[in-house]
């Protein structure tokens, strides 16, 4: 069956330090994958698309990487901050399609 | 510009009613996607509208249809409503040539 599957549910780290979210996905052949932030009671909001044939993509404090071997993407938030306290959600879209498939998402906590 | 608006915010209906729930693009937004939102389950894609035709369709009964307008507006309606399908129903829009979607605030409907 297709499954998209974030690292984990919940993640907190310390103000300052480097946040890594996961996102592994199985039995998809994606175009192109994306990150966004969603904040409580809001919609979500696109930080960062990276294609298959990218390896990294960086933004900011913001770095995206994608292996197709390992079927997995890897977010990294550097220098982190509280504001960037929020749920992130990795989503792809398979090849010829337009619709976007999310993952569980991550609740991203960043203790001062 | 304005960012895609939603209406109604919140709504609570009584199961076996049926609702409509509107959706504002960006401007120069042709492209319209429908997800809902619920703790269970995560975000899930129901259908995608382009030019007042849908061009794509997710995993949901019959119950559950939309429509887009010549102005690129959206409607999506609820058939015969179930505790269910309460939930947080999300628009996106993007245009055709890019791939990052802005979705708008959401609608809460409450079934009970």
């Known amino acids: 069956s297709q499954k998209i599957e974030q690292n984990s549910e919940a993640l907190n780290i310390q103000e300052g330090k480097t946040a890594t979210l996961t996102c592994n996905y199985t039995?998809?052949?994606?175009?192109?994958l994306q990150w966004y932030r969603q904040d409580p009671g809001r919609g979500p909001v696109f930080l960062l698309l990276i294609r298959e044939n990218e390896k990294e993509k960086r933004k900011e404090r913001l770095k995206v990487t994608f292996d197709t071997t390992l079927k997995q993407s890897l977010f990294h938030i550097t220098a982190s901050q509280p504001a960037d306290s929020a749920t992130y959600l990795c989503a792809l879209v398979q090849t010829g399609a337009n619709n976007l498939f999310f993952g569980t998402g991550t609740r991203l906590t960043v203790i001062p | 510009k304005a960012g895609v608006t939603q209406t109604p915010r919140y709504l609570i209906k009584t199961r076996g009613q049926q609702v409509t729930l509107s959706c504002s693009p960006i401007?120069?937004?042709?492209?319209v996607s429908w997800y809902q939102q619920t703790p269970g389950q995560g975000l899930q894609f129901l259908f995608e509208?382009?030019?007042?035709?849908?061009?794509n369709k997710g995993n949901f009964p019959g119950r559950f249809s939309g429509r887009q307008f010549s102005n690129s507006r959206s409607e999506m309606n609820v058939s015969t409503l179930e505790l269910g399908d309460s939930a947080l129903y999300l628009c996106a829009s993007s245009l055709p040539s890019r791939d990052e979607q802005y979705f708008g605030p959401g609608t809460r409907l409450t079934v009970t």
């Open positions: 401007s120069g937004h042709r492209s």
């Open positions: 509208y382009f030019s007042e035709t849908q061009r």
């Open positions: 039995n998809y052949s994606p175009a192109y």
